[in-house]
Nanobody, 125 residues
């Protein structure tokens, strides 16, 4: 049973938008910081965006600033990533991550103990 499940990936053309979602299983009793990471073919997994438990603190990787927006709905145990103006270099498997440790927000993978299986985003030129 996956504790984090992503959805919303797909194939789009450059310039299009996509909305990714992540839902946390109720077996995760406490959710603090959550984040999105991505891994492109042949590259290491990298930080995309993170958000604090209250949603008032967000961080973004430089290449997505102004194009991507992270948000969350704690009542539904969900996190979202709105991706606008997609580029071919955004093509990757996108992973949802979460931590139950009291952490506001973090771009570091090692700070997250819960991970989803990923959803593929492909952006054609």
């Amino acid at each position: 049973q996956e504790q984090l499940v992503e959805s919303g990936g797909g194939l789009v053309q450059a310039g299009a938008s996509l909305n990714l979602s992540c839902v946390a299983d109720e077996s995760i009793l406490v959710l603090h910081a959550m984040g999105w990471f991505r891994q492109s073919p042949g590259k290491e997994r990298e930080f995309v965006a993170s958000i604090s438990s209250t949603g008032d603190i967000t961080e973004y990787e430089d290449s997505v600033k102004g194009r991507f927006t992270i948000s969350r709905d704690n009542s539904r145990r969900m996190m979202f990533l709105r991706m606008n103006s997609l580029k071919p270099e955004d093509t990757a498997v996108y992973y949802c991550a979460a931590t139950g440790r009291r952490l506001l927000s973090s771009p570091r993978q090692k700070d997250y103990e819960y991970w989803g299986q990923g959803t593929l985003v492909t952006v054609s030129a």
